[in-house]
T-cell receptor
């Protein structure tokens, strides 16, 4: 299993550009989520999905869109990048059902918006 | 959501035990206590979780106070690889949106050789 994979690892954008951060998992997990982490801070939840076709907003959803057409993939779209979106982005997944505790995180995408 | 309080930083020596405290005085009866850690330049990594009883796994032990208002993550023999930010997180029991994790700033653990 590759676990949770994220691409790209690094990205530099200009203000106003759009891009999609990719996240994929091969563990057949129903639940997936996106976080951002600013320097010296904990992670903040952007959007999450409890299954294909179902998404919901987290703590800081403004400026980001998501969709979930397959169980494996959960892309995060920045429609018009702003310097305030400079951050490290992490994708995570976990299985549903039961009381298992573990969420699996990807290695992150470091985004800089100029 | 119930809040957790952790020290900003702690220091330990290699091969010694480490006790990382977490206060969660407003915990509800349906909240799990989770611990994650984040090594430098990596994504968070699950460590352990529990509800009421103490828990052990290959990475650590979790000691939960009888009133559940506090807990302690125990690393039995710290190694240099254990240097990381440790997050104590409460998660409401159940599925769906209850899988969300709310991260604070955590405790930065430094391990001295």
């Amino acid at each position: 299993n590759a676990g949770v994979t994220q691409t790209p690892k690094f990205q530099v954008l200009k203000t106003g550009q759009s891009m999609t951060l990719q996240c994929a998992q091969d563990m057949n997990h129903e639940y997936m989520s996106w976080y951002r982490q600013d320097p010296g801070m904990g992670l903040r939840l952007i959007h999450y999905s409890v299954g294909a076709g179902i998404t919901d907003q987290g703590e800081v959803p403004n400026g980001y869109n998501v969709s979930r057409s397959t169980t494996e993939d959960f892309p995060l779209r920045l429609l018009s990048a702003a310097p305030s979106q400079t951050s490290v982005y992490f994708c995570a997944s976990r299985t549903s059902g039961g009381e298992a505790g573990e969420q699996f995180f990807g290695p992150g995408t470091r985004l800089t918006v100029l | 959501d119930a809040k957790t309080t952790q020290p900003n930083s702690m220091e330990s020596n290699e091969e010694e035990p480490v006790h990382l405290p977490c206060n969660h005085s407003t915990i509800s009866g349906t909240d799990y206590i989770h611990w994650y850690r984040q090594l430098p330049s990596q994504g968070p990594e699950y460590v352990i979780h529990g509800l009421t009883s103490n828990v052990n796994n290959r990475m650590a032990s979790l000691a939960i106070a009888e009133d559940r208002k506090s807990s302690t993550l125990i690393l039995h023999r710290a190694t240099l690889r254990d240097a990381a930010v440790y997050y104590c997180i409460l998660r409401r029991r159940g599925g769906g949106s209850n899988y969300k994790l709310t991260f604070g700033k955590g405790t930065l653990l430094t391990v001295n050789p």
